[in-house]
């Protein structure tokens, strides 16, 4: 059973970097895409970006200035950075498992709070 | 304000018959699959259905998924209470851009 979680810094200062880091463990991260998304406090999904395990990226048009999603095979993980945080990027974000031939996640880690606050 | 638009809100009784639509355009629901995520209060999303109306492993038969042009419709029969949750409906859009809906908030009366 594949699972996903993540880890980072829960509270990032305004102007700052948002890093986060997902590690998957029960499977391999070769062979599929795999996503980041992100949910405000009471609000709805977002997605933004993924990155397929050899290295391509396609990231959120909105976002894209301020994205870096990268990975690592030899340590089954990949990454997120977030620069120029305001609190509008306070949410929980999620590192999911994408499908490789339909646009869909299948699998979730359970996702970690990260405010921006001074 | 999402580009896949949902009711905020919806409601049921225990067996009731409901359907959540969700509303997208040519370059979003009318040319790619739509996928359905179910959220309950408190943890990540599970996906319900895919390609339009595929049921993963371990969903009931209960929840069905359709496309009609450029709207989709997720169906849950014989309601249940823990049917209560959060619904997305999720799809690509040829502008490189993943959407969601705003989310369907489902009660059970």
């Known amino acids: 059973q594949v699972q996903l979680q993540e880890s980072g810094p829960g509270l990032v200062r305004p102007s700052g970097t948002l890093s986060l880091t997902c590690t998957v463990s029960?499977?391999?991260?070769?062979?599929?895409?795999w996503s980041w998304i992100r949910q405000p406090p009471g609000k709805g999904l977002e997605w933004i970006g993924y990155?397929?395990?050899?290295?391509?990226?396609t990231y959120k048009p909105s976002l894209k200035s301020r994205i870096i999603i990268s990975v690592d095979t030899s340590k089954n993980q990949f990454s997120l950075r977030l620069s120029s945080v305001t609190a509008a990027d306070t949410a929980v974000y999620y590192c999911v498992r994408q499908g490789v031939q339909v646009w869909m996640f299948d699998y979730w880690g359970q996702g970690t709070l990260v405010t921006v606050s001074s | 304000q999402s580009v896949l638009t949902q009711p905020p809100s919806m409601s049921g009784t225990p067996g009731q018959w409901v359907t959540i639509s969700c509303s997208g355009s040519s370059s979003n629901i009318g040319t790619n699959t739509v996928n359905w995520y179910q959220q309950l209060p408190g943890t990540a999303p599970k996906l319900l259905i895919y390609g339009n109306n595929q049921r993963p492993s371990g969903v009931p038969d209960r929840f069905s998924g359709s496309k009609s042009g450029t709207s989709a419709s997720l169906a849950i029969s014989g309601l249940q209470s823990e049917d209560e949750a959060d619904y997305y409906c999720a799809a690509w859009d040829d502008n490189l851009n993943g959407l969601f809906g705003g989310g369907t908030k489902l009660t059970v009366l």
């Open positions: 990155i397929h395990y050899s290295g391509s990226t």
């Open positions: 029960g499977g391999s991260i070769n062979n599929y895409y």
